[in-house]
């Protein structure tokens, strides 16, 4: 997107987790106990890092969720306000621990997460309801399902009500009602999510244009499949097709996919085509992979110009 371009709305309904992070040299086997390296914790969860990623890329942003009542809280709450994102649909539950997601993170910049919900499980329709007028003026709806499924149902419900197009991120995944896949403008999954939402083995590129056509079988408008360092796979409405991803040296894969998420948004609903959308989407996640952390790592607009991404 054009810095002078006008900032698309992006309504962001979902997750913000404490990130406590353990360095290791590579993930631990079912039963080990590992002696890791350095810990930290960093601002994440799926819905506030993909705000924060279509922020950092010139999006207007709002967010839907809730934060427990504790220094984890107010924490996850500065960030998105030195972010510029509207928290005014961010909901403090004090009787609540906020989210926290226990992350392990390998030399070669893979991760196991494990994420306990905390206030977040507390996100309600009432709360999109208090919302609702700011889901119909927005220009994308983006939701995943760190929060409760009805609670996005709902949000989405609205959406499509209103004509604003709808970003569902369906991770962690889970099994979907058929009434929804008809609402969603865009899927945005990876293999992992594909395969469950499908039933089939998705490995690649000819599985998940095979996953990808079960879906759009479902009532999905556009599919996405992110396949890592393998590209990704479009097809729908729009057309379909192949990206390859830029080749970058992985520090850390955490809020990789937001960071798609939140950059394709922007991009698509300031009006560029499905292609044009992915290839910055790509690069703002490759961005992302080089660097540690959720928020942290995730890429600025000045960034992203042409050629600004070192590749290996
Ligand atoms: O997608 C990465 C995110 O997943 C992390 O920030 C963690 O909080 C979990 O929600």
Same mark, same amino acid.
């Given at each position: 997107?054009?810095?002078?371009?006008?900032?698309?709305?992006?309504?962001?309904?979902?997750?913000?987790?404490?990130?406590?992070?353990?360095?290791?040299?590579?993930?631990?086997?079912?039963?080990?106990?590992?002696?890791?390296?350095?810990?930290?914790?960093?601002?994440?969860?799926?819905?506030?890092?993909?705000?924060?990623?279509?922020?950092?890329?010139?999006?207007?942003?709002?967010?839907?969720?809730?934060?427990?009542?504790?220094?984890?809280?107010?924490?996850?709450?500065?960030?998105?306000?030195?972010?510029?994102?509207?928290?005014?649909?961010?909901?403090?539950?004090?009787?609540?621990?906020?989210? %926290?997601?226990?992350?392990?993170?390998?030399?070669?910049? /893979?991760?196991?997460? @494990? @994420?306990?919900?905390?206030?977040?499980?507390?996100?309600?329709?009432?709360?999109?309801?208090?919302?609702?007028?700011?889901?119909?003026?927005?220009?994308?709806?983006?939701?995943?399902?760190?929060?409760?499924?009805?609670?996005?149902?709902?949000?989405?419900?609205?959406?499509?009500?209103?004509?604003?197009?709808?970003?569902?991120?369906?991770?962690? /995944?889970?099994?979907?009602?058929?009434?929804?896949?008809?609402? %969603?403008?865009?899927?945005?999954?990876?293999?992992?999510?594909?395969?469950?939402?499908?039933?089939?083995?998705?490995?690649?590129?000819?599985?998940?244009?095979?996953?990808?056509?079960?879906?759009?079988?479902?009532?999905?408008?556009?599919?996405?499949?992110?396949?890592?360092?393998?590209?990704?796979?479009? /097809?729908?409405?729009?057309?379909?097709?192949?990206?390859?991803?830029?080749?970058?040296?992985?520090?850390?894969?955490?809020?990789?996919?937001?960071?798609?998420?939140?950059?394709?948004?922007?991009?698509?609903?300031?009006?560029?085509?499905?292609?044009?959308?992915?290839?910055?989407?790509?690069?703002?996640?490759?961005?992302?992979?080089?660097?540690?952390?959720?928020?942290?790592? %995730?890429?600025?607009?000045?960034?992203?110009?042409?050629?600004?991404?070192?590749?290996?």
């Amino acid at each position: 997107m054009s810095s002078s371009a006008v900032a698309p709305l992006i309504v962001v309904v979902g997750s913000a987790n404490m990130d406590l992070v353990v360095h290791a040299s590579r993930l631990p086997l079912r039963g080990e106990t590992l002696l890791g390296e350095r810990f930290e914790t960093v601002n994440g969860g799926k819905g506030a890092n993909q705000a924060v990623a279509a922020a950092r890329v010139g999006g207007t942003v709002a967010m839907v969720g809730c934060v427990g009542g504790d220094a984890f809280g107010a924490s996850l709450r500065d960030a998105l306000h030195r972010e510029r994102i509207d928290g005014a649909h961010v909901h403090t539950i004090a009787s609540q621990p906020s989210g %926290i997601a226990s992350i392990t993170v390998g030399r070669d910049g /893979a991760n196991s997460i @494990v @994420v306990a919900p905390g206030a977040n499980a507390c996100v309600s329709t009432a709360h999109v309801d208090a919302a609702a007028d700011l889901i119909a003026r927005a220009d994308m709806l983006i939701g995943q399902l760190e929060v409760p499924l009805a609670t996005i149902a709902h949000a989405i419900n609205i959406a499509a009500r209103n004509g604003t197009p709808v970003l569902l991120n369906p991770a962690p /995944a889970q099994p979907l009602p058929d009434t929804l896949y008809r609402q %969603i403008d865009y899927l945005l999954v990876n293999e992992t999510e594909a395969a469950l939402l499908t039933g089939l083995h998705v490995s690649g590129v000819p599985c998940a244009r095979f996953a990808a056509d079960a879906l759009l079988g479902k009532g999905v408008r556009n599919v996405i499949v992110t396949l890592g360092a393998q590209g990704a796979i479009w /097809a729908g409405a729009q057309g379909s097709g192949y990206m390859a991803a830029p080749v970058v040296r992985v520090v850390d894969t955490t809020a990789a996919g937001d960071t798609f998420a939140g950059g394709f948004a922007v991009v698509r609903a300031s009006g560029a085509s499905m292609q044009q959308s992915i290839a910055f989407a790509q690069r703002a996640a490759a961005a992302s992979v080089t660097r540690a952390g959720a928020q942290p790592s %995730i890429p600025f607009l000045a960034e992203l110009e042409e050629d600004s991404i070192s590749e290996v």
